[in-house]
């Protein structure tokens, strides 16, 4: 298979550093895919064959490619504190149904420096009593930080889970000045 696809979809990938450690990127001619965590040599391998077999291409490392050096540049104004949301094209293909709709009420409901219980965002898709469906849907999440899954906590005041672990769940958080930076 080559970077084409069999629909003539390219996927390209990059890694960039970040505060939370490097962030794998991926983006087809729709836009930015997929964001992974920890992005170490073993995960970038396992995600580009993921990503080869869900989306029918063979992913090509291309930082300078237009949607992934500006999604790159937008990471980086949001770890600086510069920037509060991201103006990027989204391909949502990765995801679908309930948790495609969850997701984007997410990403355009939930402004930097706030959050949302797991249930009141529920309600807000029209499923009350849905909260355990809405985790399910935040640890789909194929582009945590650009749609922010961080911004979801429990009702009682917890934190909640979080893909890319509680210590960066955390960092996310105090970065939008919902939580205190930890002492240590």
């Not at 989204?90 to 984007?104: A, E, K, M, P, T």
């Not at 898709?125 to 809405?134: I, L």
């Not at 922010?148 to 210590?167: A, K, Q, T």
Request: include cysteine; charged fraction near 20%.
């Amino acid at each position: 298979m080559d970077s084409e696809g069999q629909y003539g979809q390219r996927v390209m990938w990059a890694v960039v550093g970040t505060d939370i450690g490097p962030l794998l990127l991926a983006a087809t001619g729709s836009g930015l895919v997929n964001v992974v965590f920890h992005a170490t040599e073993a995960v970038r391998e396992r995600t580009v064959e993921r990503l080869a077999s869900r989306l029918g291409a063979e992913p090509v490392e291309a930082p300078t490619e237009p949607v992934l050096a500006e999604a790159i540049s937008q990471l980086r104004a949001y770890f600086a504190g510069r920037r509060r949301d991201f103006d990027l094209p989204l391909d949502w293909s990765l995801i679908s149904g309930f948790n495609r709709q969850v997701l984007r009420e997410l990403a355009a409901g939930v402004p930097y420096g706030t959050v949302v219980g797991y249930g009141d965002l529920a309600g807000r898709v029209g499923q009350p009593g849905g909260a355990q469906a809405v985790g399910a849907a935040m640890g789909a999440n194929p582009l945590p930080v650009v749609v922010p899954c961080h911004r979801v906590v429990e009702s009682d005041g917890g934190i909640g889970g979080f893909g890319g672990g509680l210590e960066t769940k955390r960092k996310l958080l105090a970065l939008e000045g919902v939580l205190p930076e930890p002492l240590f």
